[in-house]
């Protein structure tokens, strides 16, 4: 069982009748993450699901633990039960039961198990690792809780796992370069840190939200922005900034990606 399993599970004992959206809140973990683990717990048997009405006036599932898996049964209402001892049932062992269902894995479970024994991979074919649309999503938006601890490096779309990035070999590319190395200096220009706290690049976020037509007019606005500003603030770096954006906007006739 993970650890998000885990800790959903307590956390509806504690608190039934939590809709998803409120575990999510709670444990502050994605919501999609929270939907798929319901989804295959229900499916085991470790939790139960009820369909109750929303603040929003919409139909929704609230959770709560099955009584069996605690080890007892709660009592028939209306019942008098005289001690503690006539409460408790042991559970009853099937001898015909069917064996357990292997886990279904959670997305960040494939993205840990396709980044293991890996240099660096991209975003797009971690997207496909994990079972997301390249153009729809980013993997940080999965991984942004192990990228923020240090489990997860991420340079621009370049991915590695932190164990691997001591035996990472030099970049025979000028695109590979960009893979985050724990050493690596700062870089103002290709990665940042105001655009990536949270461990997700603001770019990855326009990409997800923008249509593509927008975003070819975020890349052109950008362009004029650092030629006007170059000569007046940072030069040579400003220069290099509206390079980017004047190589991004050139190639936005297919799928942008870092």
Same mark, same amino acid.
């Given at each position: 069982?993970?650890?998000?399993?885990?800790?959903?599970?307590?956390?509806?004992?504690?608190?039934?009748?939590?809709?998803?959206?409120?575990?999510?809140?709670?444990?502050?973990?994605?919501?999609?993450?929270?939907?798929? =683990?319901?989804?295959?717990?229900?499916?085991?048997?470790?939790?139960?699901?009820?369909?109750?009405?929303?603040?929003?006036?919409?139909?929704?599932?609230?959770?709560?633990?099955?009584?069996?898996?605690?080890?007892?049964?709660?009592?028939?209402?209306?019942?008098?039960?005289?001690?503690?001892?006539?409460?408790?049932?042991?559970?009853?062992?099937?001898?015909?039961?069917?064996?357990?269902?292997?886990?279904?894995?959670?997305?960040?479970?494939?993205?840990?198990?396709?980044?293991?024994?890996?240099?660096?991979?991209?975003?797009?074919?971690?997207?496909?690792?994990?079972?997301?649309?390249?153009?729809?999503?980013?993997?940080?938006q999965y991984l942004s809780r192990l990228i923020n601890d240090g489990t997860v490096l991420k340079r621009g779309k370049w991915y590695c796992l932190a164990s691997e990035a001591d035996d990472l070999a030099a970049p025979d590319t000028t695109a590979?370069?960009?893979?985050?190395?724990?050493?690596?200096?700062?870089?103002?220009?290709?990665?940042?840190?105001?655009?990536?706290?949270?461990?997700?690049?603001?770019?990855? =976020?326009?990409?997800?939200?923008?249509?593509?037509?927008?975003?070819?007019?975020?890349?052109?606005?950008?362009?004029?922005?650092?030629?006007?500003?170059?000569?007046?603030?940072?030069?040579?770096?400003?220069?290099?900034?509206?390079?980017?954006?004047?190589?991004?906007?050139?190639?936005?006739?297919?799928?942008?990606?870092?």
């Amino acid at each position: 069982m993970s650890k998000y399993e885990q800790d959903i599970i307590n956390l509806v004992r504690q608190q039934p009748g939590l809709r998803a959206v409120q575990i999510s809140d709670k444990l502050d973990i994605d919501l999609d993450i929270v939907e798929n =683990i319901l989804v295959t717990a229900t499916r085991q048997g470790n939790l139960l699901a009820s369909k109750v009405i929303a603040p929003n006036k919409l139909e929704a599932d609230a959770y709560k633990v099955n009584p069996s898996i605690l080890g007892w049964v709660p009592a028939v209402q209306g019942e008098k039960v005289k001690d503690q001892e006539q409460t408790t049932v042991k559970p009853v062992e099937n001898v015909a039961a069917k064996p357990a269902q292997a886990k279904e894995p959670t997305r960040i479970d494939k993205a840990l198990a396709f980044l293991e024994g890996k240099k660096q991979v991209t975003a797009e074919d971690l997207c496909t690792a994990m079972g997301l649309e390249p153009n729809k999503y980013s993997p940080a938006q999965y991984l942004s809780r192990l990228i923020n601890d240090g489990t997860v490096l991420k340079r621009g779309k370049w991915y590695c796992l932190a164990s691997e990035a001591d035996d990472l070999a030099a970049p025979d590319t000028t695109a590979q370069k960009a893979v985050l190395l724990t050493k690596q200096e700062h870089d103002p220009v290709n990665t940042p840190q105001h655009y990536t706290a949270g461990g997700i690049e603001f770019i990855d =976020i326009l990409r997800a939200k923008l249509t593509p037509e927008e975003l070819r007019g975020y890349f052109k606005g950008n362009v004029i922005k650092y030629v006007i500003r170059a000569e007046l603030k940072d030069g040579l770096q400003d220069y290099q900034k509206c390079a980017r954006y004047a190589n991004w906007l050139a190639q936005s006739e297919t799928p942008v990606t870092r």
